[in-house]
């Protein structure tokens, strides 16, 4: 359902609307007023009925009680209407008139006390605000680091020998281990591959010929 701001009406609308209400409270008190002074009340205290109807009407308006502003409605527009009878001359005070009328003040008394015990509707509290998304912890996936083999250390070399000394040696190892590989000999020798050819030139050729000499 659409509401509307108070804020939001203009000046004037709210101008006119609270000179419409106070003419229309004018108009109904004097004819009220006049009723009841016609029925035996008071002329002074005759106008506490006006004053009792429009304040019953404005709290059932503000109660939002629907039963209760049905019955002020109705009890004003009887209160105008027998008035107005009077006036013209159309009707006579008579005890029909005194009864019903008498009867407005008790009427008002236990529906305005009806209006204190409503209990209002229970306010649906609002909706929670949405907190603010809050940036997620975003895991990144490790990334591999490339591991880098640490470069083999080269056998511990023996103090250098002569490349005819280091000759013998091999032959020696060749003739003791037929089978020996080249790499098993530079190990032995504590020298590298590298300079095992450079002594030997082809390791198997010259394992083939120190094995044919032995």
């Known amino acids: 359902m659409r509401t509307t701001n108070a804020n939001s009406v203009p000046t004037s609308v709210r101008a006119t609307r609270l000179i419409s209400l106070g003419a229309a409270m004018i108009l109904t008190a004097h004819a009220e007023h006049a009723l009841a002074v016609a029925v ?44 107005h009878l009077l006036t013209a ?24 006390h009806h209006l204190t015990t409503i209990t209002p509707a229970p306010v649906a509290d609002p909706a929670p605000t949405p907190a603010a998304p809050v ?10 680091v ?12 023996r103090p250098g020998k002569a490349p005819d000394a280091r000759r013998a040696e091999l032959a020696a190892l060749i003739t003791r281990e037929p089978a020996i590989t080249q790499a098993a000999a530079a ?10 050819r450079n002594i030997v030139g ?13």
Do not use: K
């Open 135 to 144: 940036a997620s912890i975003v895991e990144l996936a490790p990334v591999p």
């Open 187 to 196: 190990a032995a020798l504590g020298i590298t591959d590298r300079q095992v």
């Open 40 to 83: 035996g009340f008071n002329p002074v205290l005759a106008w506490l009925f006006p004053v009792m109807l429009d304040l019953y009407a404005v709290s059932a308006f503000r109660a939002h009680a629907r039963r209760d502003i049905g019955a002020a409605i109705v009890l004003m527009i009887v209160c105008q209407v027998l008035a």
């Open 89 to 112: 001359g159309m009707v006579v005070p008579a005890w029909w008139l005194v009864i019903p009328v008498s009867a407005v003040a008790p009427i008002v008394l236990w529906r305005g």
């Open 202 to 214: 082809g390791w198997a050729t010259f394992r083939a010929a120190t094995l044919t000499t032995a």
């Open 146 to 157: 490339p591991v880098v083999a640490a470069p083999q250390a080269s056998p511990p070399q």
